[in-house]
């Protein structure tokens, strides 16, 4: 896990480069640098999420 303030740079790294990404291809290798696993767990009507960073 990395620390508070390596994945706050992460996430701001990730915000910019999101917002000139032109194609689905480039948002997705973009969301596989930052997100390791995403995992979830539905309960009736409601789902949980879970989401590790890398």
Known sequence: MPSM???????KVFKE???????V????????KIVGKIT???E???VYLGIQYD
């Open 17 to 23: 480069k999101w917002r000139h990404s032109e194609n």
């Open 5 to 11: 303030e390596k994945l706050k740079h992460q996430i």
């Open 25 to 32: 291809q480039e948002r997705n290798r973009l969301l596989k």
């Open 40 to 42: 979830y767990h539905r």
């Open 44 to 46: 009736a009507n409601n």
